[in-house]
């Protein structure tokens, strides 16, 4: 019963769609990656994304924050072979591991003392991306131009696409986040418990300086 009301629920309400254009407000964005163990896709990722940002407004100050909680492949040795000029590279060592939250933690913190150290924490946008996730251009900027258009806004989610889908299974996962997790988050929205799952996440530097 609980999953036949859920499904009416969320087929019953599906949020308006708005559309912004990025303005001439100049937003700094930091794409944040944890990396564990991710030798087969991470390469790919950085690439990618590199792709992206290279063709985001001038306007925006974009860079790739990866942080590698002491893998135990070669993606630390693919990281430092990157060319990428948006490609920052932190590295936690002693085996640490403490998790996801651990590592986002790590970059915020280095965010927040280094790169933005005098940047206006409104216009600093911290963005959660995994491993294996990727985002084109103008999904990106639309990102921006929400914040920079709505001025109340700490925090969005968004749908992220993945393409390691070598199995039957990664497709379902991946169906799942762009079909179902996506109409339970318009309902949460809607009944103003909106939620922020770990990849596709974008926030307000303040915001993730007040919630670790």
Same mark, same amino acid.
Do not use: C
């Given at each position: 019963m609980y999953f036949i009301i859920n499904l009416l629920l969320i087929n019953h309400y599906r949020?308006?769609?708005?559309?912004?254009?990025?303005?001439?407000?100049p937003y700094e964005l930091f794409l944040?990656?944890?990396?564990?163990?991710?030798?087969?896709?991470?390469?790919?990722?950085?690439?990618?994304?590199? =792709?992206?940002?290279? #063709? %985001?407004?001038?306007?925006?100050?974009?860079?790739? @924050?990866?942080?590698?909680?002491?893998?135990?492949?070669?993606?630390?040795?693919l990281l430092t072979q990157s060319s990428s000029r948006f490609l920052q590279i932190l590295h936690r060592t002693g085996n640490q591991r403490?998790?996801?939250?651990?590592?986002?933690?790590?970059a915020v913190h280095y965010i927040h003392k280094t790169l933005a150290l005098k940047s206006d924490p409104q216009r600093t946008i911290v963005g959660v991306l995994d491993a294996d996730a990727f985002m084109n251009t103008a999904d990106l900027t639309?990102?921006?131009?929400?914040? =920079?258009?709505e001025? #109340? %806004?700490?925090?969005?989610?968004?749908?992220?696409? @993945?393409?390691?889908?070598?199995?039957?299974?990664?497709?379902?996962?991946n169906f799942e986040f762009m079909g179902v997790n996506n109409a339970t988050q318009q309902l949460r929205n809607r009944l103003g418990q909106g939620i922020?799952?770990?990849?596709?996440?974008?926030?307000?530097?303040?915001?993730?300086?007040?919630?670790?």
């Open positions: 949020e308006p769609i708005q559309s912004y254009e990025k303005g001439p407000t944040v990656i944890p990396v564990l163990n991710e030798e087969h896709v991470i390469s790919r990722t950085i690439t990618q994304l590199t =792709e992206s940002l290279e #063709q %985001l407004p001038p306007t925006v100050h974009a860079q790739i @924050i990866a942080v590698d909680d002491d893998s135990t492949d070669h993606s630390l040795l403490a998790g996801k939250g651990a590592v986002l933690n790590t639309r990102v921006l131009a929400h914040f =920079e258009q001025p #109340q %806004l700490a925090m969005i989610q968004t749908s992220v696409n @993945i393409y390691n889908q070598p199995n039957w299974l990664t497709k379902m996962q922020a799952s770990g990849n596709g996440q974008f926030v307000r530097l303040d915001l993730a300086l007040q919630n670790p």
